[in-house]
Each structure stands twice: as structure tokens, then as C-alpha cells.
């Protein structure tokens, strides 16, 4: 009978050693698995090869710095994340607590501009936490389809945006998406935007992946545009280039009220015309397996509850 090769190592090195593999598997980096586990990474390393050794087997193969996870290890991978989604779980149950960590994808200007202000009250809720984000592809070349341009087993939760129609996956509904031209003070002055004409003959700046929003802007708000509109001569990719763009006076941007609320606020933008209601939506989206996890769930919740306070300030 072939014994276990894990009975090669003591229990004290199987626990020190699997949340440094499980780690180091998920992140696909010993440098952020340390960071993330607050270890150095020759301790980290350490563990990992002491655990290899236990084995018999290669975990992973190493180029320098570089780490690929080896056919045994992605078995053990698995393994080992249950092990730690059993363990959370469980100490979520009977400590009344959250730990762990979460790993957030986002579009740029969402993650930017939204979540990056909020995410301090989260970890100060849950000092267990520690959450990692990184900026998921987008393409909505085709406004109609809800494109999911991320691989779902890399990170636990995505805000996103679109209609809804992320299928397999759990949707939560932050916000419907309103949409208002913008624009600094001066620049409302100098073009003299209070005259609704004026609006389109004044410089207008274009999203490169929203090509059409400003003609839909007109059309969902019944203004006839006039046929002398001079051509946008400004053209940018993200609605955080727009709204910098906007502030220093370089036209006028049509951008979500999700993401100028406090400069409509404070003064530092006006807006000159109404708001659009585009039909879209922003979202949480998830994995069910992923919301299985206490910290993932607790994740998702905060996000609504943030959401719903934005809509309070925005909308009375």
C-alpha cells in the first residue's frame, strides 16, 4: 500500500505550508502571494519547497523570478482552495467575522473613479481582509451583448457594465446608468451653454468605445442637432481621461452621474443640459461557487449598500 506523502511532514508544516502554496497557485506570483500572506519571500519560498519536498513532487517550475504552476501542483491547487474556502467559511460561522482575501476586477473608470475612494471603509469594517484589484478587458463594440472579456476562476468578483445579460454568473445590480454633459464653469461661460443651441456648437469631447453617444444623447432627449455642429477634435478611451479633460475646460463630456456626482456637488462642474437614462446598468458579477465565500458574499453586499447611498446623494 503506497503511503501518503504527506505524512512525511508534521501538521505544524502542512498548515504553515498550504496557504502559501494555495497562495502563491492563485496570485501566480511568490511576490504578491508574500505581500498578500505578509511574509517575506524567502520565507514564503521556503514553505512551499519544504511542502514539495514532503511530496515528492514539483509544484512549480522556476525560470529566475518567473513561476508556472506544474501539472501536480494545479491538483493540489484545487485541494488546497477548498481547504481554505472550507476553513473561512467555517471560522466565518463561529466567530461571527469575516478573512480572507478577495480578488476584484473592474473597468478602469468604475474601479478608478468609484471604487477606489470607497474601498478604505470596507477594510476598515474588516481588518481580516485584504482585497487585490486589476483592470478587467472591455469591448462594447456591441452595446446589445454583455461581453465577459475575464476569466471568472481569476478573480472572485467583476464590476462591470452592460444590460444584464451575464449569463452563468450571478448578477448584482449597483446603479442604472444617467448620463449628463459636463463641463468646468468657464468653459459653460465662455460657449454660452445656458442657450440649448449652443451646446452643440461648442467643443464636445467623444468616447472612443461610446462612438455614438452623443448622437443616442440627442435622440433620447428629443433636441434636433443643428447642421453646422463642428467635428469632435478630442477623442478619449476612458471616462477618467474625459472627466480630467473636462475639468481643465477642453469641452464638453457626456459622462455617467456615477462618476461626476462630487464635482456637480462642489461646483467644479456644471451641467448644462438634462441627464439620459441609457438602459444600461453597473454590476457586480460573480461565480456562484465564488459567493459560496463569506468574504466574497460580505463583498457584494458592501457594494449594493455603497451603491444605494450614491443613488440617495445623486437622486434625493
Known sequence: MKSDPLQNLSDAQVLSALPAFEAAARLGSLTRAARELGVTQSALSRRITTLERGLGVALFSRRGRAIAITGDGLRLAEAAGEAMHLI??????LSGSIAGSIRVGALPSIGGLWLAPRIPSFLAAHPAVAVSMVIIDADFADAHKDPVNWDPSTVDVVLTWGRGGWRSLSVRRLAKETMTPVCSPAFAEAYGLDQPANIWRSPRLAHTTRADAWRAYAQATGVEIPGDVPPMRLELEHFFMLLEAARAGAGLALLPDLFV?????????????????????YAAVASPSALTRPVVAAFVDWLGEQAARAEVILHG
Open 88 to 93: 473561512e467559511r467555517m471560522r466565518a460561522d
Open 261 to 281: 456626482a462630487a464635482d456637480l456637488a462642489s461646483g467644479r462642474l456644471v451641467a448644462p443640459a438634462p441627464a439620459w437614462a441609457t438602459g444600461a446598468v
